[in-house]
């Protein structure tokens, strides 16, 4: 079983050889392991370092696309490594090279396809109170968005089975902690946890600038995610203000012409109950057409998944045809 670790860099030259330093050497279970640098358009030598410094391969950007793809990067050439197990760290040597062994067990075990470095914000003495009260509103709505339970969704400490690492997509640049989660809850993929001390910070995160930024932007991820993967529960409740507002008001109508049949007033609750039906009944249709959607969505990802299956094994049969023949 290989596995291969991914670690996604921007100008991380200062803390990389620490990162490349931790990684553990052997693993039970494991027959062998690489190690992989993606360069998101570094401007210092973060390159030559990671190379200096035991990298087993080293991809680059030729400028900055941000984390996200650089994930997505890390996926696709791990899968090209032959890597049935993936993990993905950070460079600035957040999160202990010795966990990955803890962190990859649930799979060599068969237990899970996703399991995440929990880092224990909520007892962590080196978080923040403020920091504590926005991760745990965030996992909350999290996990009542996606249906997975976590308890750490915004950590980037990852492990990943073979299958489900073919599976991944991302549809925004930001991250890809939030959306694949979504992603493994709808494909019924088995999530984990295991508990970290992650290490004291070496700088600011450079993914976001503040905590405002950071919630607005993992709220557009969610709402997006859950519309997307739950098209007509989403829309259903969107809709549901309007249909309760509409029958509400078309009940007060009625109340009021059975008390008194000749009385023509109250006619504008008649006419805005009817407006708010209708609206309420587009946003229903919209989320009926948003399960269609999601249902394409659903075999194209299939198809996608056979045909890189195929690339996979066709790419295994070209490398294995490259291998020295060895001596009788």
């Not at 915004?154 to 299958?163: E, L, N, V």
């Not at 946890?193 to 700088?203: D, K, L, Q």
């Not at 007509?232 to 007060?252: H, M, N, T, V």
Request: glycine residues 8%; charged residues 20%; contains cysteine.
């Amino acid at each position: 079983m290989k596995l291969v670790i991914q670690i996604p860099c921007y100008n991380e030259a200062d803390t990389l050889p620490e990162v490349l330093a931790d990684i553990p050497r052997s693993i039970q279970g494991i027959g062998e392991i690489s190690v992989l640098v993606i360069d998101d358009g570094s401007s210092d030598a973060t390159v030559q370092v990671a190379r200096e410094h035991g990298a087993h391969r080293v991809v680059s950007h030729r400028g900055n696309r941000g984390l996200a793809q650089t994930f997505l990067t890390g996926i696709e050439t791990a899968l090209n490594m032959g890597a049935d197990i993936i993990v993905n760290t950070d460079g600035d040597h957040q999160y202990p090279g010795s966990s990955i062994a803890d962190l990859v067990a649930p799979i060599v075990r068969g237990e899970a396809d996703l399991v995440i470095g929990d880092r224990r914000t909520h007892a962590d003495p080196k978080v923040p109170r403020k920091k504590k009260m926005f991760y745990r509103l965030g996992n909350f709505v999290v996990r009542s968005a996606s249906g997975a339970t976590v308890r750490d969704a915004p950590s980037g400490f990852r492990a990943m089975s073979r299958d489900f690492a073919m599976s991944v997509y991302l549809t925004n640049p930001f991250s890809y902690t939030i959306e694949t989660i979504f992603t493994a809850a709808e494909n019924r993929f088995p999530i984990k946890e295991v508990a970290i001390t992650s290490n004291p910070a070496t700088r600011k995160s450079r993914l976001f600038r503040g905590i405002p930024e950071y919630l607005s932007r993992s709220v557009r991820i969610v709402f997006q995610g859950y519309s997307m993967h739950n098209p007509l529960k989403a829309f259903g409740w969107f809709s549901l203000p309007f249909f309760l507002l509409g029958i509400g008001l078309g009940l007060r109508f009625l109340y009021f012409w059975f008390r008194d049949p000749g009385y023509s007033g109250h006619v504008q609750s008649l006419i805005l109950s009817a407006i708010s039906i209708v609206v309420g009944a587009q946003i229903f249709i919209f989320g009926m057409l948003g399960g269609l959607v999601r249902t394409n969505r659903l075999l194209l990802e299939d198809i996608r998944l056979r045909v890189r299956r195929l690339e996979l094994k066709e790419r295994a049969g070209i490398d294995n045809k490259n291998q020295p023949t060895p001596p009788d």
